[in-house]
T-cell receptor, first 114, second 112 residues
Framework: KAGVTQTPRYLIKTRGQQVTLSCSPI?????VSWYQQTPGQGLQFLFE???????NKGNFPGRFSGRQFSNSRSEMNVSTLELGDSALYLC?????????????FGPGTRLLVL | EDQVTQSPEALRLQEGESSSLNCSYT??????LFWYRQDPGKGPEFLFTLYSAGEEKEKERLKATLTKKESFLHITAPKPEDSATYLC?????????????WGAGTKLIIKP
């Protein structure tokens, strides 16, 4: 079974621009979560989508948004980029079964904002 | 408030020197505790899930154990390729959305 894939793997943007990141979950998984990871802050939860609905949201400004499509693929958008948005953005997919769910991560998208 | 604390922050060992990493947690009720391994610049790799106190799981040189308040990741005779950051996360049984609460991680360095 193919794992979680994320595109692009690397991005360089300038302040004020916007960016869209894509995540394809493991086949059959309906849940997609997004995280931001920086050296100083560790893994910070952005939001989670399940069956095209946002199920959970972390404490990030409205510049960060996401969506999920009917095939469970998900996109994350960041508008008006700031230097502090430079980070590794990780996507994880899961599928609840019997009251249990394990998340599996993709390789991440490294975003550098200049 | 749900909380996960990992210790130590960093651990340097000689190759073959066994040790343990700790993950202590505070949740209303534990749905599951997860261990991941993360190499620099890569996504976390799933290692184990533990669901109830007394449960143990093993994979190669790693063994995870769980009590009602903490989990240990025991590393037996580690090799340099075991060097990574090990992350612990928990799911609260009261959260119907399966959100993970993460620890800050333990950076493990195995010297040859």
């Amino acid at each position: 079974k193919a794992g979680v894939t994320q595109t692009p793997r690397y991005l360089i943007k300038t302040r004020g621009q916007q960016v869209t990141l894509s995540c394809s979950p493991i086949s059959g998984h309906r849940s997609v979560s997004w995280y931001q990871q920086t050296p100083g802050q560790g893994l910070q939860f952005l939001f989670e989508y399940f069956s095209e609905t946002q199920r959970n949201k972390g404490n990030f400004p409205g510049r960060f948004s996401g969506r999920q499509f009917s095939n469970s693929r998900s996109e994350m958008n960041v508008s008006t980029l700031e230097l502090g948005d430079s980070a590794l953005y990780l996507c994880a997919s899961g599928s609840p079964a019997g009251g249990r769910e394990t998340q599996y991560f993709g390789p991440g998208t490294r975003l550098l904002v200049l | 408030e749900d909380q996960v604390t990992q210790s130590p922050e960093a651990l340097r060992l000689q190759e073959g020197e066994s040790s343990s990493l700790n993950c202590s947690y505070t949740v209303s009720g534990l749905r599951g505790l997860f261990w991941y391994r993360q190499d620099p610049g890569k996504g976390p790799e799933f290692l184990f899930t533990l669901y109830s106190a007394g449960e143990e799981k093993e994979k190669e040189r790693l063994k995870a154990t769980l009590t009602k308040k903490e989990s240990f990741l025991h590393i037996t005779a580690p090799k340099p390729e075991d060097s990574a950051t090990y992350l612990c996360a928990v799911q609260d049984k009261m959260d119907s959305n399966y959100q993970l609460i993460w620890g800050a991680g333990t950076k493990l360095i195995i010297k040859p």
